[in-house]
């Protein structure tokens, strides 16, 4: 078995205006640093668009209807003060759920070890009914749903992009057997994600960070909190929100992470999934806005994934 690696042309075609922070070279950036010859044996797949049913796992049929329809055939529409659609964002959206759902269904049928879905634009801040923070589609959270349909029960994701994923906290709040888990800076975009906010099950599991905050606390934050949470629940599949904008060089975030520490959280992430669910866990994309640490930590997290 093998690791997944999901691309596509058209994640690099999501229009945003110009010096907009979640831009093509992002994509690109990513394609480049796993094009390295270390990388050959991934297993390069094009994902599938996601289908309406997908979707409505997550979000109501009225709210994807409304992101369909609002996609426009040129130009850009603006949908929040950050989040924009052109004429290929609604494709790079579905394809970027549809490689997130395809991925769980190719680990769960036991044809790869894991997989990283290097999609465009990020997924964890959309909530059931709104659009947000450059997000349309939550593919994590419509990954982790796609598990449990699947044979599943007890679904977790785990996210530590450097802003909280409100969108699948809020996803998840009132599900008793779905679990997710964030380290995030504090106080930062979208205000969400305190210490104190557990979900109506205690299925929510939050370390906020204070700016500034490096390597150390990072680790302290899942090794002391957030992964025996993780494992106190008992996930039967893992997803990761794999954002990197908390590495030390990003412009949107003021925390201080290295290479190192995604490193690090990767191999307990996916050592705990080794004990818990039998290896079951996926990987995709969020932040990341140091085109060079962008792609110098995809490059790290990857490395642990294949070598899982």
């Known amino acids: ?33 796993l094009q390295a010859e270390e990388f050959s044996d991934l297993d390069r797949r094009n994902p599938p668009p996601v289908t309406a049913e997908q979707i409505e ?23 929040d003060a950050d989040t924009f659609m052109g004429s290929s964002s609604l494709e790079a ?20 070890t894991n997989a990283f879905v290097a999609a465009r634009p990020p997924g964890h ?44 906290e809020a996803a998840f709040w009132h599900d008793e057997n779905a679990f997710y888990a964030s380290s995030h800076e504090w106080p930062q975009y979208p205000g969400t994600g305190r210490e104190r906010d557990r979900g109506a099950y205690e299925n929510i599991c939050n370390a906020p960070l204070a700016t500034g905050a490096g390597g150390e606390a990072f680790r302290r934050a899942w090794g002391e909190t ?11 599949f893992i997803v990761i929100s794999a954002g990197f904008d908390a590495h030390i060089a990003d412009p ?32 995709v994309l969020e932040g990341g806005y140091d085109l060079a640490a962008l792609g110098a930590s995809t490059v790290a997290h990857v490395k642990v994934l294949m070598n899982a």
Do not use: K
């Not at 907009?20 to 640093?33: C, F, L, M, N, P």
């Not at 909530?127 to 007890?154: D, K, T, V, W, Y």
């Open 226 to 236: 957030l992964l025996p949470a993780l494992t106190v629940f008992g996930p039967d």
């Open 252 to 283: 949107v975030g003021g925390l201080r992470l290295s290479e190192d520490d995604f490193t690090w959280v990767t191999r307990e992430i996916t050592a705990l999934a080794s004990a818990a669910c039998s290896g079951r866990v996926i990987s």
């Open 125 to 168: 801040h959309a909530e059931p009914e709104r659009a947000m923070g450059f997000c349309l589609f939550n593919s994590a959270a419509i990954a982790a749903r796609h598990a449990r349909a699947l044979g599943a029960q007890r679904i977790a994701v785990v996210d530590f992009d450097v802003h909280h994923g409100n969108g699948t």
């Open 93 to 112: 959206a579905r394809r970027g759920a549809g490689g997130a759902v395809a991925a769980v269904e190719a680990v769960m049928a036991g044809e790869a």
């Open 1 to 33: 078995m093998t690791t997944l690696l999901f691309t596509h042309p058209v994640f690099g075609r999501h229009e945003v205006p110009p010096g907009h922070a979640e831009h093509s070279g992002r994509y690109t950036a990513v394609e480049i640093a």
């Open 57 to 79: 796992r997550v979000h109501p049929a009225a709210y994807r209807e409304r992101i369909e329809d609002a996609a426009p055939a040129e130009g850009l529409v603006q949908l």
